[in-house]
């Protein structure tokens, strides 16, 4: 999955940035053409922590009032659905993403382990 916004940044520092308020989000946008209409998700953005998730899913809101709008019936309610999430800041997804970045392996206490006689 391509996350923008954390290119050159290492995981310590994403996590570290987290926990001060930093979020991931996702924006919505709708087309629709003539019957058909499309909601999709954009790119997930991290948005570093005092910053607003406005400004980054303002071409996805853009593009859904230019092109979401006109199938019916999908079309109004998707570009509604759409722009609702998108000027609330995005679909967050941090704790989803938060879970990916802690270290993977856990120590383990040996006395835990549990062996098998053979």
Same mark, same amino acid.
């Given at each position: 999955m391509k996350i923008e916004g *954390?290119? !050159? *940044?290492? /995981?310590e520092q994403i996590r570290f940035e987290v926990q001060r308020g930093a979020k991931f989000v996702f924006f919505y946008y709708s087309v629709s053409v003539l019957i058909m209409s499309f909601r999709r998700a954009s790119p997930v953005y991290f948005v570093p922590a005092g910053e607003s998730a406005l400004g980054k899913g303002l /071409?996805? &809101? #853009? #593009? &859904?009032l230019l092109a979401g %709008? %006109? !199938?019916? /019936? %999908?079309g109004p309610i998707y570009t509604v659905q759409s722009l609702v999430v998108n000027f609330k800041g995005g679909k967050d997804v941090t704790t989803e993403l938060s879970a990916r970045l802690q270290p993977a392996a856990a120590v383990v206490n040996p006395s835990q382990v549990e062996t098998s006689q053979v």
């Open positions: *954390i290119e !050159g *940044i290492s /995981p /071409p996805w &809101t #853009l #593009l &859904t %709008w %006109w !199938g019916i /019936p %999908w």
